[in-house]
């Protein structure tokens, strides 16, 4: 953990100071960036492990960063810092494809609390389970984090692949969407429950031969969700 280094992106240079002496005292190593252009610049040079990234910035704001990183592939998690309260604007950022926010005035220390949580979290998943699992069409290589639909590549956010991985390596079990917001995001979202469903909805756009009627992902009502069982992929 140590060695992982962590990108800051705020333009208030107080915050970056104060979020950088806290985790330079933990051990990190630290990249800062005071505007959306630069943040982006920074973060496609592959050297930051996780990203914080403000919501409000200077050239282009944190949300445009946090989609143009997805859409081009960028798999590094992503913390946004947000002064926006509602349930919406927190969907906003999480359905781009940020991994986790905290809300300001936060606590410094609960976010290095929530960076290590999301550095655990990725390293645990490359060290689990099987290297790469064929169902159907679908082949998932956990190594690579990569996801192919009859050999083709999909681009899957972190939290779709994190969610895709909690489903298919226990096919039949049928998990709640409780279940399913502490692998996937592992913290108490308040209540956001809905969020689970809307990144099924984006995995099964993604995966399934038609999402209208999912082969893979399959629905548990009453429940939640569970992944197919082999007999049951055609």
Do not use: W
């Not at 609960?110 to 979290?121: D, G, S, Y």
């Amino acid at each position: 953990m140590a060695n992982n280094c962590i990108l800051i992106v705020d333009d208030d240079r107080n915050i970056v100071d104060l979020v950088r002496t806290y985790l330079k005292k933990d051990g990190y190593r630290v990249l800062t960036a005071y505007d959306g252009l630069r943040a982006l610049e920074l973060a496609r040079q592959g050297r930051a492990d996780l990203i914080v990234l403000d919501l409000m910035l200077p050239s282009m704001d944190g949300l445009d960063v946090c989609r143009v990183l997805r859409a081009e592939g960028y798999n590094m998690p992503i913390i946004m810092l947000t002064a926006k309260t509602t349930e919406e604007d927190k969907l906003v950022g999480l359905d781009l494809g940020a991994d986790d926010y905290v809300t300001k005035p936060f606590s410094p220390r609960e976010l290095v609390a929530r960076i290590r949580a999301a550095l655990r979290r990725v390293g645990e998943q490359q060290r689990q389970g099987p290297s790469v699992i064929h169902f159907g069409d679908l082949e998932v290589d956990f190594v690579r984090h990569e996801t192919r639909v009859r050999g083709e590549t999909v681009n899957l956010t972190p939290k779709e692949f994190r969610l895709l991985d909690a489903l298919i390596k226990e096919p039949g079990r049928a998990f709640t969407r409780l279940d399913l917001l502490d692998r996937v995001f592992g913290f108490d979202y308040e209540g956001l429950e809905r969020t689970v469903d809307v990144h099924v909805m984006n995995l099964r756009k993604k995966i399934e031969p038609d999402a209208s009627r999912p082969t893979y992902v399959q629905t548990v009502y009453g429940v939640g969700y569970k992944f197919a069982e082999e007999q049951d992929v055609p």
